[in-house]
């Protein structure tokens, strides 16, 4: 597609409940990111993908939270018993390659995840 | 933690220059200045990078001072569509590192 897509857009999700965000980034893009943006605040780092590798989790912020992308191109960010302080704007990003970004990371509109 | 500073807010009136400044006294020798913006409800948006020369592209200018350790950013005709959250950010250029993002300054486009 012409630009990384995000679903669902919004979603709300009772205490306790799991939840699953995708991200579709631009076709051969290498690198995939996962950020957190709390109200307010600049995104944050979550996870790094280069193809399917998962390379830096460091941003992870418990085990409740995991990331994959198993055939290199689609990724899930899975959040298992969700609590409030999750709520948050999910945003994925994608770059062509692990050497070069001339034209830096393009984002997704991002997934707004209320936790109630 | 982010290696820039940036004021929390700024205001421009539509039509004039929006003239936004980055200080980055620590910057290394290989690290790039990106510009980022966030309008509501959207994600960041690529504006333009630069390594120690002044850029132009059909969004923006960049201007980096000689000894690097600050840049600004030049919006020539602002439009109420430029209201957002501008973030400077430096990085080793690559697709494969992190953006680390501060607070960026609000930028109001006012009629």
């Known amino acids: 597609g012409a630009g990384v897509s995000q679903s669902p857009r919004y979603k709300v999700a009772k205490r306790g409940q799991d939840v699953a965000l995708r991200c579709d980034p631009i076709?051969?893009?290498?690198?995939l990111f996962w950020y957190q943006q709390a109200l307010g605040q600049g995104p944050e780092f979550l996870t790094y993908?280069?193809?399917?590798?998962?390379?830096?989790k460091s941003g992870l912020p418990s085990d409740r939270f995991f990331a994959e992308r198993p055939e290199g191109s689609v990724s899930t960010l899975k959040i298992q018993r969700t609590q409030q302080e999750d709520s948050a704007v999910y945003l994925c990003?994608?770059?062509?390659?692990?050497?070069?970004?001339?034209?830096?990371?393009?984002f997704g509109s991002g997934t707004r995840l209320t936790v109630v | 933690d982010a290696k820039t500073t940036q004021p929390p807010s700024m205001d421009c009136a539509e039509g004039r220059a929006a003239n936004l400044p980055c200080n980055h006294s620590?910057?290394?020798?290989?690290?790039?200045v990106y510009w980022y913006r966030q309008i509501h409800s959207q994600g960041p948006q690529y504006i333009i990078h630069g390594l120690k020369n002044n850029e132009t592209n059909e969004m923006a200018s960049l201007i980096i001072t000689e000894d690097r350790k600050s840049s600004t950013l030049i919006l020539p005709h602002a439009t109420l569509r430029d209201t957002a959250v501008y973030y400077c950010?430096?990085?080793?250029?690559?697709?494969?590192?992190?953006?680390?993002f501060g607070k960026g300054t609000k930028l109001t486009v006012n009629p």
């Open positions: 076709s051969g893009h290498v690198s």
């Open positions: 993908f280069q193809n399917e590798a998962q390379l830096d």
């Open positions: 620590t910057i290394s020798g290989n690290e790039y």
């Open positions: 990003a994608s770059s062509l390659a692990g050497d070069r970004a001339d034209y830096g990371y393009t």
């Open positions: 950010i430096v990085l080793t250029q690559g697709g494969s590192e992190k953006l680390v």
